[in-house]
């Protein structure tokens, strides 16, 4: 099983887009949850996280505009962001860790959804 994450697109800066991420397929609950992003010629780095407990950890450049969020049956996550600029443009990618009906993995990535945000 793999994370698929979706909603990335192009965007007008101050605009907003919500990112998706849910499992390839069966049942899957987060445990943690975060979304990372990469932009050209950088290193991937966090964005977001939301623990087990609901622990919830922003990067310094996102607070205040990025809200990440698990739904309520744990079964998807998601990042609204909000106020967009030029710098958030990146590819971003959801990592959890959770379990399936009968398994549970740890350090599970999807596979990226393209964010472009146009000044």
């Known amino acids: 099983v793999q994370l698929q994450a979706s909603g990335g697109g192009l965007v007008q800066a101050g605009g907003s887009l919500r990112l998706s991420c849910a499992a390839s397929?069966?049942?899957?609950?987060?445990?943690?949850l975060a979304w990372y992003r990469q932009a050209p010629g950088k290193q991937r780095e966090l964005v977001a996280s939301?623990?087990?407990?609901?622990?919830?950890n922003y990067a310094d450049s996102v607070k205040g505009r990025f809200t990440i969020s698990r739904g309520a049956a744990r079964d998807t996550g998601y990042l609204q962001m909000n106020s967009l600029k030029a710098e958030d443009t990146a590819v971003y990618y959801c990592?959890?860790?959770?379990?399936?009906?009968?398994?549970?993995?740890?350090?599970?990535w999807g596979q990226g959804t393209l964010v472009t945000v146009s000044s």
């Open positions: 990592n959890g860790d959770g379990c399936g009906s009968s398994w549970c993995t740890n350090d599970l």
């Open positions: 939301i623990n087990s407990r609901g622990y919830i």
């Open positions: 397929r069966g049942t899957w609950s987060f445990n943690t």
